[in-house]
């Protein structure tokens, strides 16, 4: 649906340039919700106006359903977003309009009559469950039920893409949940391609399919969610992974020498890594039964991702020296990623 061919945005003169955008190539599915995280400044967001060339790239080719928008005037370009909607942070919502007005606005030009966008607002309000607010102006509002607007105006054309420009990020845990819902189900029911613009990692984790990390305008690493949580290849990957667990505490607690992880002669401190394959496995038991280990769990986080268990335990070990490497051996050869974070 979305094919991005060596993007680049640079801002600015020759003397003084900002390359917010760095030769992205970049597939994106029919029908996937595909993420773009990175930290604030990697260019994400430049990134995803050039998709509907809110901003124009510098370089590259921007291809929506099979049509280079870069090459397109400006009347063709009108055409072409109005299959490409938008949502943003901050809802860009009219305020001196009612509810169904905002919603409506997008269809002024569409060809259709009073009764028919009236009828067209009634069922994009009924599936962003807000049909009893049409009367009612934004400022009424709470921030979940205006993102909700938000999205129904974004589909008053009938898009075949959806860019959501942090479109949860001003929203608070709960109400994020409900939208990230809503938007799964909008993607199910009208098979609309999703690109989720974010810096959290939870977002992500949530409802995508697959993800792209940016940083400093580059992508430094794609791929599928599943395979990014369980495999991280970058360092920027590692740390957004690490804000939606509680596992990299673990290093915290050794700096301070908390109690927790203090071990005593002949114990080691080890720090596992399950891969999708193996979460299910009885291995803790299976070490300390084959080998004679005690095996104490003093940390962990177990998370589901895509239907699938994935996560990690702080265990110590303790037992002989040769039947403790013999554990640690087993669960490698059960490709559980084994750390030695402390021995004595």
């Given at each position: 649906m979305i094919e991005l061919k060596h993007v680049s945005k640079t801002f600015g003169s020759k003397e003084k340039s900002v390359h917010a955008v760095r030769d992205v190539?970049?597939?994106?599915?029919?029908g996937e919700i595909f993420g773009i995280i990175g930290f604030s400044g990697a260019g994400k967001s430049t990134l995803v106006r050039c998709i509907n060339l809110l901003e124009r790239p510098t370089t590259g080719e921007v291809i929506v359903d099979g049509k280079d928008?870069?090459?397109m005037n400006a009347k063709e370009l009108r055409q072409v977003r109005k299959k490409i909607g938008m949502?943003?942070?901050h809802f860009n919502l009219m305020r001196s309009r009612t509810v169904a007005q905002n919603v409506a606005f997008p269809l002024k030009k569409s060809g259709l009559s009073k009764e028919e966008i009236k009828n067209k607002v009634a069922s994009l309000l009924e599936l962003v469950d807000l049909k009893e607010k049409a009367d009612v102006y934004p400022s009424q509002l709470s921030g979940g039920q205006k993102q909700r607007v938000a999205i129904a105006r974004a589909l008053a054309n009938d898009p075949?893409?959806?860019l959501c420009d942090e479109a949860t990020s001003a929203l608070d845990p709960q109400t994020t949940q409900s939208i990230l819902k809503l938007l799964k189900e909008v993607n199910?029911?009208?098979?609309?391609t999703i690109v989720l613009i974010t810096h959290e990692m939870a977002v992500v984790k949530e409802i995508c399919n697959r993800v792209a990390v940016m940083e400093d305008g580059s992508m430094v690493e794609e791929g599928n969610i599943l395979d990014i949580f369980s495999n991280p290849k970058q360092e920027v990957t590692r740390n957004f992974i690490n804000t939606t667990s509680a596992m990299h505490k673990i290093y915290e607690l050794l700096d301070q020498r908390h109690p927790i992880v203090e071990i005593k002669k002949g114990e080691t401190l080890v720090k596992l890594n399950y891969a999708p394959n193996n979460t299910g496995e009885a291995l803790i038991s299976k070490i300390s039964r084959d080998f004679g280990v005690n095996t104490n769990i003093i940390f962990g986080n177990i998370e589901v991702i895509q239907g699938t268990p994935l996560g990690g335990l702080v265990i110590i070990l303790g037992g002989e020296k040769e039947n403790i490497a013999k554990a640690i051996?087993?669960?490698r050869d059960n490709h559980v990623k084994v750390e030695v974070m402390k021995e004595c």
């Open positions: 190539s970049l597939t994106i599915h029919d928008l870069t090459t949502i943003f942070q075949q893409v959806l199910q029911r009208l098979n609309l051996r087993c669960l």
